[in-house]
């Protein structure tokens, strides 16, 4: 039987890379920057390891900002905690 290919990503923060089950996706859409659980919403997206460290780094580093080219909402880093939990 044929091994199945496990799509890897890269954390824009760590800068590791990781299977994509293991990162959550953040998108850019027309309605603004939302957290995309799913992983297969239309739009710009930026992977980030599931770390409160990471989120907290991305937040304070803006990086996000600077990946998606746009200015992200406190509430997504919000979206982002609650998952953790």
Known sequence: MKQRKIPMRM?????????K??????VKTEDGVVVDP???????????????EVFEKA???KILNK????EVNE?????LKQILN
Do not use: H, M, S
């Open 38 to 52: 799913t992983g297969k919403q239309n739009g710009r997206g930026a992977y980030l390891k599931k770390d409160l």
């Open 75 to 79: 509430k997504v880093f919000e979206d």
């Open 67 to 70: 990946v998606l080219e746009t």
């Open 11 to 19: 954390c824009v923060v760590t800068r590791e890379k990781w299977p």
């Open 59 to 61: 937040q304070k580093t």
């Open 21 to 26: 089950g293991e990162l959550i996706r953040v």
